[in-house]
């Protein structure tokens, strides 16, 4: 369906998000207030209005490109199947985000609104890579997503590639699902399922598993950045690299091989975009188009055409890897269209805070190849 949305950056914005043919093309073009380069303010403002986007988003992704040198070097094998082989303990951080324990789960955690408006539930399913636990940016993002849609969430911390693999991944975030249904009695119709990156692409794959089980299905799903096809092979993601300051093809089809343990790569359970998406509840995908990961995000909006599919596709241009996370004016601009979806509009008590440039610390994190 096509619709206009407003643009949500800032008050300097000149222009309003539009549709371009049966894609939704959000453009991020908010003139920023200020430039983090001193003395660049007029250069990058210029860059900025050519490609279409804010010009702290041009900082930031001009920052990641150094990142190489100052990254540490990726863990090894031998590292990654020992710190994947050990229990989860949730950094002292998070809990002061807000984030605690979940009944008696030590893998699973909640996290309330500033405030609870709402009766949804968000189940919510990080990224990084299958490999790593969540990220300082993706902790932060859930509590701005939770204040947005006023609604509580719920973050399981599933088993990582490469001590465990698929199925592992699957029974525990089914078993938290439907312990939310059975234990805690909460509708179904109240749940919605996020994820980005990895997460993203997991939580597609639940959804198919879900209806195939014939499971209660929840209300609807918000794709971020979803890495939907492991075996990186969308002839797109080639052209899409050299765009790219953060992923790396042959990098994520290796760890996607290791998540899938030995299963057909184009399984459904781990590349749900090869799966039958008809019966699924309305989803909503964003993706940037300086993201590798967006070939297939474009490739999804294409069979949600043919297929009729409710399934809405924002494609935001030059924008990179899980944007969404940072604290750049397209973040806020998909926090709108978020909250449009969920209630029809955005609730005039919601407030959603950009941050403070804190969190950019964390884009070292990644080493060379790996998904945020």
């Given at each position: 369906m096509k619709k206009a949305i407003s643009s949500f950056a800032s008050a300097n914005a000149n222009k309003v998000l539009h549709m371009k043919k049966s894609t939704k093309i959000a453009l991020g073009i908010t003139a920023a207030a200020t430039a983090a380069v001193a003395g660049a303010v007029a250069v990058k403002?210029?860059?900025?209005?050519k490609q279409e986007r804010s010009i702290k988003s041009l900082v930031v992704e001009d920052a990641m490109r150094?990142?190489?040198?100052?990254?540490?070097?990726q863990v090894s094998y031998e590292e990654a199947l020992e710190q994947s082989s050990l229990p989860y303990t949730l950094p002292d951080f998070s809990r002061k985000l807000g984030f605690a324990e979940y009944d008696d789960f030590d893998d699973t955690f909640v996290l309330y609104p500033e405030e609870e408006y709402s009766d949804f539930v968000i189940f919510y399913i990080h990224g990084h890579n299958f490999w790593?636990?969540?990220?300082?940016?993706q902790f932060k993002f859930c509590k701005r997503l939770a204040d947005i849609l006023g609604a509580k969430l719920i973050l399981p911390v599933y088993p990582k590639a490469p001590a465990h693999h698929v199925a592992d991944v699957h029974t525990m975030l089914i078993d938290r699902y439907l312990y939310m249904i059975n234990v805690k009695e909460v509708d179904p119709q109240d749940i919605i399922f996020a994820g980005d990156a990895a997460g993203g692409g997991i939580a597609l794959s639940l959804l198919q598993r879900i209806k195939y089980q014939a499971l209660p299905m929840p209300k609807r799903a918000i794709l971020l950045s979803p890495w939907l096809d492991i075996t990186n092979t969308n002839p797109g993601m080639e052209e899409l690299q050299k765009s790219d300051p953060l992923l790396k093809i042959e990098t994520l089809a290796y760890q996607g091989r290791e998540y899938a343990g030995g299963i057909?790569?184009?399984s459904p359970a781990v590349?749900?975009?090869?799966?039958?998406?008809?019966?699924?509840?309305?989803?909503?995908?964003?993706?940037g188009t300086h993201d590798i990961l967006s070939?297939?995000?474009?490739?999804?909006?294409t069979i949600a055409e043919n297929e009729d599919l409710d399934i809405n596709v924002y494609l935001f241009v030059n924008q990179v890897h899980f944007f969404m996370g940072l604290p750049i004016p397209e973040a806020r601009e998909v926090l709108e269209i978020i909250a449009e979806e969920v209630f029809g509009s955005l609730d005039e008590d919601c407030e959603y805070i950009e941050g403070d440039g804190e969190d950019l610390p964390d884009l070292e994190e990644p080493a060379d190849g790996e998904e945020q």
């Open positions: 403002a210029v860059q900025a209005k150094r990142l190489p040198c100052r990254c540490a070097e790593a636990d969540p990220s300082r940016l057909d790569l184009t590349s749900p975009i090869y799966g039958d998406l008809k019966g699924l509840p309305p989803i909503s995908v964003f993706s070939a297939d995000a474009a490739k999804l909006e």
